[in-house]
């Protein structure tokens, strides 16, 4: 049974910093697509951060430059370092794995591709 538990959310000010945690079980890596998500009340599902199939990395134009995703394989984590943050980055943050393969940008903005999500965490940012 594949489980993705996310952690590190919270309440920051704006220009804080955050770094999410998702510790994944019972899912094997291989290249598959996996990616970080995040959706604010009454909004869609918005991909941010994903790793594709050669280990490249895409992410939404409006985090480029202050995220950053990452995956430490021997402790089956993923990671989204968040800098610089910004009211417009509040929403409940969800780690995502998939069992497709493509390119980072595929892989970010193929949300209906993804089989397994963890429960989400918050992130709150106060001006």
């Known amino acids: 049974q594949v489980q993705l538990v996310e952690s590190g959310g919270g309440s920051v000010q704006t220009g804080g910093s955050l770094r999410l945690s998702c510790a994944v079980s019972g899912y094997t890596r291989n290249s598959f697509c996996v990616g970080w998500f995040r959706q604010a009340p009454g909004q869609e599902r918005e991909g941010v951060a994903a790793?594709?199939?050669?280990?490249?990395?895409d992410y939404l134009d409006s985090v480029k430059g202050r995220f950053t995703i990452s995956e430490d394989r021997a402790k089956n984590t993923l990671y989204l370092q968040m800098n610089t943050l910004q009211p417009e980055d509040t929403s409940m943050y969800y780690c995502a794995a998939s069992t497709v393969i493509g390119g980072s940008r595929w892989c970010r903005l193929a949300r209906d591709k993804y089989s397994y999500w963890g429960q989400g965490t918050q992130v709150t940012v106060s001006s």
């Open positions: 790793i594709g199939a050669a280990g490249n990395t």
